[in-house]
């Protein structure tokens, strides 16, 4: 990356009086401003009515605002370029880079920018495996809001639901109260006549045995008149004593079935009595049964009311579980913004760095171009010396190519004379070849100088014939 970035940089230095100066010549301050323009929204966030009309304070100031506002919108994009230069260390940013700028300052700003560009689009590539690790964060985060919305929303229906119940509610309650009263009334008057009943129960079983004990002793006084009268006499005054007896005895049994029919008087008005309280039970029963209903719907529309207040708290929990995952989620964000705190921090401190690097590089660059400008001449000219020898050089070098062709005509017409030549003595050496083999057989057993000459020329002519045949079979 620094490696990039010098090298960006230092083909912008060499190109400033080149490409870039040809971008820069007459139109630079138009085009600066438009690049600016461009470049410093994206990366610098407007403030409110920063764009907009002037206030009455510096319309106050100004004579004529129309003839300013030029001047204005260029000072507010400084304002704006120079906060954006100054948060990524280009310092020495003015307002004349704006008003005259120079080939070299546009190449210095252009610097800064592609730097950043670079150094920017370097660290997103490194956040970007953080960034994967919750690659549905957004998606997540707009589920989220759009369920806490539908919650919210359910929220206050459910809550307008319930203001718009609450007066039929409190009437019930209301209702349910006035209902519980009445039973308990109802109630109290049931305990009273019930022991209004067991009274006259007890009354009743009394005079029940009472009238089983009349009966009793009924039997008993039949009895021992049977018996008196088996032991009656005939004197007379056991006679009268008996019938005395018998006397005191029907007025006793005339006072107890007087007795037994006032008890019998008395138990059929108890049992008036009775039936009167049980009609009257009757309908107090039915009065409670139908009290009981209206109790047993008011305890249904409490049953449904305490329901609705529990799907209510469970929404409430589901709710702040949201919350709570939303706090997380913020929490982790948090985060995130603090590891890209520090790797701005990071960025700052690199970017001083490679700055000052930068800064060192250029001036030993500027140092060694200086250095190299005399050895740039002197291969120059070297190089003009080598041009000029290369030219010499080609220039002989067609003249030997059309020498060497000539000398080549020359050759071929000389071989082709001298094939013509040997075509034509061949026979006269095949002729003397043979004549030498006749020879060198009569001659064998005297030795003949002639023959010698004979002996000594064959051997050439056998030469001359066999590269004839060669050159034949070529």
Known sequence: MTATIGGMSSVLHKRAQGTVHLVVEEPVKERELRFVARF????????????????????EVLD??????????????????QAFLDSIQFKDFTLADFSRPTPRRVVEVLSALINFLFYREEKVTLLQPIVSETPDYHERTLELKARMAQLQKEIGDHEL????????????EADVNALQQ????????????RAKAAVINDKKEEIHRKITQADFELTKHAQENSRLMSKLVKSPEKVQR????????????????KIAMQNDQEK????????????KLTKQHSKIQDVHEQLVAAKTVEKEVKARKAKLNDESVSVMSFDAQIVDWQGKVHEMEERLKGKVKERNQIIADENQKLGALSSETEGKLRCLE????????????ASNLCSEAASSRTAATAEQQKIHAKFNSIVKAFNTYMDSVDPFLERVEEVGRQSAGEGASAPDPSAAVTTKTTPRASAMSKKSRARKRT
Do not use: C, W
Request: neutral net charge; proline residues 5%; charged residues 35%.
């Open 268 to 279: 059929s008005a108890a049992l008036e009595i009775r039936n009167k309280a049980h009609e």
């Open 374 to 385: 005399p050895r740039e001449k002197k291969v120059e000219a070297t190089i003009a010396k």
């Open 40 to 59: 410093t929204p994206t990366h610098t966030p407007s403030r409110d009515g920063e764009d907009g009309l002037l206030g009455f304070s510096d319309l």
């Open 182 to 193: 009445k039973v308990q009334v109802y109630n109290k008057q049931q305990l009273a006549l």
């Open 242 to 257: 008996a019938l005395e007896e018998k006397k005191s005895a029907r007025a006793k049994l005339k006072e107890s079935e």
């Open 161 to 172: 639901a319930e203001q718009m119940e609450e007066p039929m509610a409190q009437q019930l």
């Open 64 to 81: 004529n605002p129309e003839h300013h506002a030029e001047a204005i919108r260029v000072l507010r994009l400084y304002n704006k370029s």
